[in-house]
């Protein structure tokens, strides 16, 4: 398996769950989350017991992170940045047919492309 697969499982209590599945044998993933660019602390990353190459994730949500509006959290690999998936809580307004989670991760996606291509360009110059 080139890159681990993140699969949501659920969100409860303030803590977002997920299973993430790597190579059998290996050691654990590294992981970060952001929040607009800056890392939430507090995720961890256990072996699933009786399942070789299975994590389970979990990220708690901060509640000073949280406020009107839609809040995205982006988990990545740790060092290569590779997007492993997302999650985004929607406070005060009406969720249905909301296009701004998903703008908000346009903006971090690009984001971090600038970051890698200004890098890009700083090594090759």
Same mark, same amino acid.
């Given at each position: 398996? !080139?890159?681990?697969?993140? $699969?949501?499982?659920? %969100?409860?209590? &303030? =803590? +977002?769950?997920?299973?993430?599945? @790597?190579?059998?044998?290996?050691? !654990?993933?590294?992981?970060? =989350? $952001?929040?607009? #660019?800056?890392?939430?602390?507090? !995720? $961890? /990353?256990? *072996?699933?017991? #009786?399942?070789?190459?299975? +994590?389970?994730?979990?990220?708690?949500?901060?509640?000073?992170? /949280?406020?009107? &509006? =839609?809040?995205?959290? =982006? %988990?990545?690999? *740790?060092?290569?940045?590779?997007?492993?998936?997302?999650? *985004?809580?929607?406070?005060? @307004?009406?969720?249905? #047919?909301?296009?701004?989670?998903?703008?908000?991760?346009?903006?971090?996606?690009?984001?971090?492309?600038?970051? @890698?291509?200004?890098?890009?360009?700083?090594? $090759?110059?």
């Amino acid at each position: 398996m !080139a890159n681990p697969v993140l $699969t949501e499982t659920r %969100i409860r209590a &303030g =803590v +977002w769950q997920g299973l993430l599945r @790597a190579d059998p044998g290996g050691p !654990a993933p590294e992981v970060e =989350v $952001t929040h607009h #660019d800056r890392r939430v602390e507090g !995720a $961890t /990353l256990a *072996s699933v017991p #009786d399942k070789p190459g299975h +994590w389970a994730l979990r990220v708690p949500v901060p509640a000073t992170l /949280l406020s009107d &509006g =839609v809040q995205t959290f =982006v %988990i990545r690999l *740790s060092g290569s940045g590779t997007t492993l998936g997302h999650f *985004s809580v929607i406070l005060g @307004a009406d969720g249905a #047919d909301d296009l701004r989670a998903e703008v908000d991760l346009l903006r971090a996606e690009l984001d971090m492309l600038k970051r @890698a291509f200004r890098r890009h360009c700083l090594e $090759t110059m």
